[in-house]
C-alpha cells in the first residue's frame, strides 16, 4: 500500500497528524509493505520570515484577533500535540517561509529520506525554536538525514526542485485539496485533517481489503 501526505512543516497539525498515522501504522497488520510518500503543500506561499514576530502576534495579526485569543488557541494546540507525545513550544517558533524547507525534503526523496528530513523540520520549528528558511539549519537537517553538506548548500543557493515543490503543489489543486494534512490511501481514498489513528487504521484496512470507494 502506498500513503501520499501532503503537508507544511509550518502546520502544526501536520505533525500532530504525523504521530497518529504512526499509530495507526504500528497496529496494522500489513505495515512492512506501506510506502509513503511526502508532498510539498504551502499554506501561504507568500509567507515572509519575521524574526522577532512570536507565533501569538503573527496569528493574532492575520486574524485580526487579540493577543490572548491567539494565545488561548496555541495553547489548545499544544494540548492536542501532547496526547500525541510531541512537545509544541509555541513561544519561540520563528515564524518562516517553507519553500527552501520543502526543496530540502524533495531532495530527501533521492535517497529515501524524506521522512527523516520532515520529522526533523517539524521538531525544529515546533519544538527547537529553530529558523526553518535558514540555510545553516537546513543544511545541519540534510546533513543528519544522509545528504551532504555542501551538496545542500548548492542546492540552496540554485533553483533546484522547485519544479518538484510546484508539481505536488498543482497535483493539490487537480485533487482539490484545500488544506493539510491530506493522506491519499493507494490512490482510493482521501482523508483531510489530522484524524484519530482508529480512522487512519479503519481506512487502511478498508484499502487493503479492496473495498470500492466508487
Not at 496526547?83 to 524547507?101: E, I, Y
Amino acid at each position: 500500500m502506498k500513503i501520499d501526505i501532503w503537508s507544511d512543516v509550518r502546520c502544526p497539525f501536520c505533525y500532530i497528524g504525523k504521530r497518529k498515522l504512526e499509530k495507526a501504522l504500528a497496529q496494522f497488520a500489513h505495515k512492512d509493505s506501506v510506502e509513503i510518500e511526502w508532498h510539498s503543500f504551502e499554506l501561504d506561499p507568500n509567507a515572509e520570515t519575521l524574526i522577532g514576530v512570536d507565533a501569538y502576534d503573527y496569528l493574532a495579526d492575520r486574524y485580526d484577533r487579540d493577543r490572548e485569543w491567539s494565545i488561548e488557541t496555541h495553547n489548545r494546540v499544544a494540548e492536542s500535540a501532547a496526547q500525541v507525545g510531541l512537545t509544541f513550544n509555541f513561544d519561540k517558533a520563528v515564524m518562516a517561509n517553507s519553500f527552501d524547507a520543502h526543496r530540502l525534503i524533495q531532495m530527501a526523496k533521492s535517497i529515501g529520506t524524506a521522512g527523516e528530513v520532515e520529522e526533523l523540520l517539524f521538531k525544529a520549528h515546533f519544538t527547537d525554536g529553530l529558523n526553518i528558511a535558514d540555510h545553516v539549519v537546513l543544511i545541519e537537517i540534510g546533513k543528519q538525514c544522509g545528504l551532504g553538506g555542501m551538496e545542500v548548500e548548492m542546492m540552496l543557493k540554485s533553483k533546484d526542485f522547485t519544479e518538484e515543490v510546484r508539481h505536488d503543489e498543482n497535483i493539490a489543486q487537480q485533487i482539490r485539496i484545500k488544506g493539510v494534512p491530506f493522506f491519499v490511501f493507494d490512490g482510493k481514498l482521501g482523508i483531510s485533517g489530522a484524524q484519530e489513528p482508529e480512522v487512519f487504521l479503519d481506512a487502511m484496512n478498508k484499502v487493503e481489503g479492496g473495498e470500492n470507494f466508487q
